[in-house]
């Protein structure tokens, strides 16, 4: 290595005792710098974990989600009956999906359930509860396009008008097919 003639080099002693450069060890500073290396991981750490986590999310194989399950609900009642002929009502439920409605089941409710008393279902294996509140039966799994139902005979204990909901579900429902009744128990 060759030096130009007019190239000053410096000693270390002159650099070292220069008022700008100090190489004199002090606590605060790295003590600061401790804190502040605290800082960055307490910082950089939690971002990290997001954006690792977030990565696998974006880049996992997603599932396609199932449309659900549509019914449709039809309920055949008489608009007005006689005490002595009582109050039949029959239930029938379609599956309108492409894909199976798992445990179709509907209950049968409202206020004017307390006027009626349920004698007979037919087929009598659908039946689940009967209470003065409500009835539930149950149809089973129905296959695309199928259409299952039952007949309810009920007898009458108080005369009056009769309003009820029907309303159909299945395990692979998100909302139930709804279906109001509307009637008249005369003398």
């Known amino acids: 290595m060759s030096r130009a003639a007019d190239e000053h080099l410096s000693d270390a002693d002159a650099v070292l005792n220069c008022p ?10 790295a003590a600061r710098s401790g804190r502040r290396l605290g800082r960055v991981v ?3 750490v939690p971002l990290g974990l997001v954006a690792v986590f977030g990565t696998v999310k974006l880049l996992a194989p997603r599932e ?21 002929e009582g109050f039949s009502l029959r ?7 492409d894909r199976p ?11 004017s359930m307390s006027h009626l008393a349920l004698e007979q279902a037919d087929p009598p294996e659908v ?21 299952a139902g039952a007949d309810l005979y009920f007898s009458i204990k108080r005369l009056g008008e009769l309003r009820l909901v029907v309303a159909a579900t299945a395990d692979n429902v998100q909302a139930p097919a709804r279906a109001a009744v509307v009637g008249e128990a005369l003398p």
């Open 20 to 29: 700008y450069f100090s190489t004199t060890l002090a606590v605060a500073p």
């Open 42 to 44: 307490l910082v950089a």
């Open 64 to 84: 396609k989600a199932l449309p659900p399950t549509s019914l449709k609900l039809s309920v055949i009642a008489p608009e007005s009956t006689s005490e002595s």
């Open 91 to 97: 239930v029938l439920v379609r599956n309108e999906a």
């Open 101 to 111: 409605a798992r445990d179709v089941r509907c209950q049968i409710a409202g206020r």
């Open 127 to 147: 039946l689940v509860e009967a209470s003065g509140q409500s009835v539930t039966i149950a149809l089973g799994d129905l296959a695309p396009g199928e259409i």
